[in-house]
T-cell receptor, first 108, second 117 residues
Framework: GEDVEQSLFLSVREGDSSVINCTYT??????LYWYKQEPGAGLQLLTY?????DMKQDQRLTVLLNKKDKHLSLRIADTQTGDSAIYFC????????FGGGTRLMVKP | DTEVTQTPKHLVMGMTNKKSLKCEQH?????MYWYKQKAKKPPELMFV???????INESVPSRFSPECPNSSLLNLHLHALQPEDSALYLC????????????????FGPGTRLTVL
């Protein structure tokens, strides 16, 4: 079955890099996603990676995929206070399966 | 444009009321979704419409009734809800839906915050 896991909480200082980790179990997933949710808002698609890629970079965001270990990470460079939010990783199979979300807190 | 809109933004209703949530997208997507999200939890899938037909119902109680009048619109009719149904209701859309489920990126709306008294 599908199961996606994330750590609950991450705290960083403004200007540092943030790394949010995720493990998944469905090896047939073709795409893996990162969504951002600010308080009281919907889910914003941040980025996604195709399963045959190892890395994808998009401005301050870097996604790394280790398919052998079924491990996905999101690195945010130069983290800002506006990056404070909950970050969900998700895999797509029969349906979109979310991890529990990682709350990122950025301290000034 | 990757915008999904939802109305209303907030809704307060009693257990005997009937209300509807609305969702709209103009991206030409053929699949639309309803999710329920409780505080500090990930979204949970409720319904999927693909090409205007209900393709997935995740054992949702009948007090929630979805409707897809056309490929751009999705409604969720609410009747006789319980306080535990209070949550953020999210709508999403994707290009193909269940026909191409494992390659289909979903775009979410801002949600409707529902409170049932």
């Amino acid at each position: 079955g599908e199961d996606v896991e994330q750590s609950l909480f991450l705290s960083v200082r403004e200007g540092d890099s943030s790394v949010i980790n995720c493990t998944y179990t469905d090896s047939s997933s073709t795409y893996l996603y990162w969504y951002k949710q600010e308080p009281g808002a919907g889910l914003q698609l941040l980025t996604y990676i195709f399963s045959n890629m190892d890395m994808k970079q998009d401005q301050r965001l870097t996604v790394l995929l280790n398919k052998k270990d079924k491990h996905l990470s999101l690195r945010i460079a130069d983290t800002q206070t506006g990056d404070s939010a909950i970050y969900f990783c998700a895999e797509i199979g029969r349906m979109l399966t979310f991890g529990g979300g990682t709350r990122l807190m950025v301290k000034p | 444009d990757t915008e999904v809109t939802q109305t209303p933004k907030h809704l307060v209703m009693g257990m005997t009321n009937k209300k509807s949530l609305k969702c709209e997208q103009h991206m030409g997507h053929r699949a639309m979704y309803w999710y329920k999200q409780k505080a500090k939890k990930p979204p949970e899938l409720m319904f999927v419409y693909s090409y205007e037909k209900l393709s997935i119902n995740e054992s949702v109680p009948s007090r929630f009734s979805p409707e897809c009048p056309n490929s751009s619109l999705l409604n969720l009719h609410l009747h006789a809800l319980q306080p535990e149904d209070s949550a953020l209701y999210l709508c999403a859309s994707s290009q193909e839906g269940t026909r191409q489920a494992n390659t289909d990126t979903q775009y979410f709306g801002p949600g409707t915050r529902l409170t049932v008294l």
